[in-house]
């Protein structure tokens, strides 16, 4: 056994040594469920870790920056803390003010780890940002737009990876079978009460299916019980960011008009019910990352027009993932700029282990000399001036 697949393994095993108190602390912020899944997920990609250094890893040593995102703690702790500690001399990583004072806790349950390669700086992104610009590499998970204003402030010759979200869009298709489309669907827009960035905003249903489709969907999203985060099992829990709440509860208000099923909203504790709402035309239908348990719902009738949907400027700029149903029109493995999932959610896809993203520019990027590069992202396979060429894209509808 040699160091990595060592530390790799030890790591491993000690996130499973403390798994009931990192649930604990997790269920503070996610449901117990989604918690569970994260720490799968995290000890996966730790075991991955020899495979995906032998498959990737460019050049090694320097310091690594990363913007810890506000959920998935646990994971991303694991995904851009240990492991660019495998092949990096140095790993920052500064927490979200959403969820610093977990993150904190996180890194105090987890600090004595053997060889923990991570430094928690907790200073303002000003002071981090000085700290970034002697980084072999920058990872940024937050807003686009805050994006922006970090990459001006670092050397252009230091890369950032640009993290984002992207709607996730489900297509159910003529010949899709409607209860695994509705089961798929609910489960993952309701993955963590829709707090997670892989959650699908939409859904566009062939006009053959829809009605069927639409009234599935209201019958499942009204059984799904209000429960406390660390109830397990498929609940709606309060939210836990405030301005998500915000922002869902008054998406909800604008369009009450168009509303399919639930529609409760309890502001004092956060409380948003599965809702469903229907809009009427496709090309015209672009939700914002709702991060709720909100799922909107549209329908087409031939295939083109769901791929000039997904080609259209908006979709493009954040085209990340699509899950294809029973449409046979829709086969490439990239569509518009989003990474066809074929009949599966984008969840059941993502691995830690390999590239993240799809191809549009505010999903997943590479900005380094004032250029811009879109493509799914693994800080492995990026390390260093000069990354590994992409691994060609095997669609996952075809295997």
Same mark, same amino acid.
């Given at each position: 056994?040699?160091?990595?697949?060592?530390?790799?393994?030890?790591?491993?095993?000690?996130?499973?040594?403390?798994?009931?108190?990192?649930?604990?602390?997790?269920?503070?912020?996610?449901?117990?469920?989604?918690?569970?899944?994260?720490?799968?997920?995290?000890? @996966? &990609?730790?075991?991955?870790?020899?495979?995906?250094?032998?498959?990737?890893?460019?050049? &090694? $040593?320097?310091?690594?920056?990363?913007?810890?995102?506000?959920?998935?703690?646990?994971?991303?702790?694991?995904?851009?803390?240990?492991?660019?500690?495998?092949?990096?001399?140095?790993?920052?990583?500064?927490?979200?003010?959403?969820?610093?004072?977990?993150?904190?806790?996180?890194?105090?349950?987890?600090?004595?780890?053997?060889? @923990?390669?991570?430094?928690?700086?907790?200073?303002?992104?000003?002071?981090?940002?000085?700290?970034?610009?002697?980084?072999?590499?920058?990872?940024?998970?937050?807003?686009?737009?805050?994006?922006?204003?970090?990459?001006?402030?670092?050397?252009?010759?230091?890369?950032?990876? #640009?993290? $984002?979200? $992207?709607?996730?869009?489900?297509?159910?298709?003529?010949?899709?079978?409607?209860?695994?489309?509705?089961?798929?669907?609910?489960?993952?827009?309701?993955?963590? #009460?829709?707090?997670?960035?892989?959650?699908?905003?939409?859904?566009?249903?062939?006009?053959?299916?829809?009605?069927?489709?639409?009234?599935?969907?209201?019958?499942?999203?009204?059984?799904?019980?209000?429960?406390?985060?660390?109830? +397990?099992?498929?609940?709606?829990?309060?939210?836990?960011?405030?301005?998500?709440?915000?922002?869902?509860?008054?998406?909800?208000?604008?369009?009450?008009?168009?509303?399919?099923?639930?529609?409760?909203?309890?502001? +004092?504790?956060?409380?948003?019910? +599965?809702?469903?709402?229907?809009?009427?035309?496709?090309?015209?239908?672009?939700?914002?990352?709702?991060?709720?348990?909100?799922?909107?719902?549209?329908?087409?009738?031939?295939?083109?027009?769901?791929?000039?949907?997904?080609?259209?400027?908006?979709?493009?700029?954040?085209?990340?993932?699509?899950?294809?149903?029973?449409?046979?029109?829709?086969?490439?493995?990239?569509?518009?700029?989003?990474?066809?999932? $074929?009949?599966?959610?984008?969840?059941?896809?993502?691995?830690? @282990?390999?590239?993240?993203?799809?191809?549009?520019?505010?999903?997943?990027?590479?900005?380094?000399?004032?250029?811009?590069?879109?493509?799914?992202?693994?800080?492995?396979?990026?390390?260093?001036?000069?990354?590994? +060429?992409?691994?060609?894209?095997?669609?996952?509808?075809?295997?």
């Amino acid at each position: 056994m040699d160091e990595i697949e060592f530390l790799c393994a030890t790591w491993a095993d000690r996130l499973l040594d403390r798994s009931e108190d990192l649930l604990r602390l997790l269920t503070s912020v996610a449901t117990r469920d989604s918690a569970v899944a994260e720490l799968d997920s995290a000890v @996966n &990609t730790l075991r991955g870790g020899r495979r995906e250094l032998e498959r990737f890893a460019g050049h &090694t $040593g320097g310091r690594v920056c990363t913007f810890l995102p506000s959920n998935n703690v646990l994971y991303s702790y694991v995904l851009f803390g240990l492991m660019p500690g495998l092949w990096s001399d140095e790993v920052l990583v500064r927490p979200s003010a959403r969820t610093r004072d977990v993150v904190l806790r996180l890194h105090e349950l987890l600090k004595d780890v053997p060889h @923990n390669p991570v430094s928690l700086v907790d200073v303002s992104q000003r002071q981090f940002v000085a700290l970034c610009r002697q980084a072999q590499m920058v990872v940024f998970t937050g807003r686009y737009e805050n994006l922006q204003d970090i990459r001006n402030a670092i050397p252009a010759d230091i890369p950032v990876l #640009g993290l $984002g979200s $992207g709607p996730n869009p489900v297509v159910a298709g003529p010949y899709a079978d409607v209860s695994e489309v509705v089961r798929a669907t609910t489960e993952s827009r309701l993955f963590n #009460g829709g707090q997670d960035c892989l959650c699908p905003d939409l859904l566009i249903a062939h006009s053959s299916l829809y009605p069927q489709i639409r009234e599935e969907l209201a019958a499942v999203f009204s059984t799904i019980p209000r429960a406390r985060r660390e109830q +397990p099992g498929l609940i709606a829990p309060p939210l836990f960011y405030p301005d998500a709440f915000d922002a869902a509860a008054a998406f909800v208000e604008t369009h009450r008009d168009k509303l399919v099923s639930g529609g409760g909203i309890d502001t +004092p504790s956060r409380w948003l019910e +599965p809702t469903v709402l229907e809009f009427p035309g496709l090309s015209e239908t672009h939700p914002p990352e709702l991060f709720s348990p909100v799922l909107c719902l549209t329908s087409y009738t031939e295939p083109y027009q769901v791929r000039a949907w997904l080609e259209s400027e908006t979709e493009t700029e954040r085209g990340m993932y699509v899950s294809v149903y029973g449409e046979p029109g829709l086969p490439d493995p990239v569509l518009g700029t989003s990474v066809n999932c $074929g009949p599966r959610t984008a969840f059941d896809v993502e691995n830690g @282990n390999q590239p993240f993203g799809g191809y549009g520019r505010r999903a997943s990027a590479r900005w380094q000399h004032g250029e811009v590069v879109a493509r799914p992202l693994l800080l492995s396979r990026e390390a260093g001036r000069h990354p590994a +060429p992409e691994v060609p894209h095997t669609s996952v509808a075809a295997r």
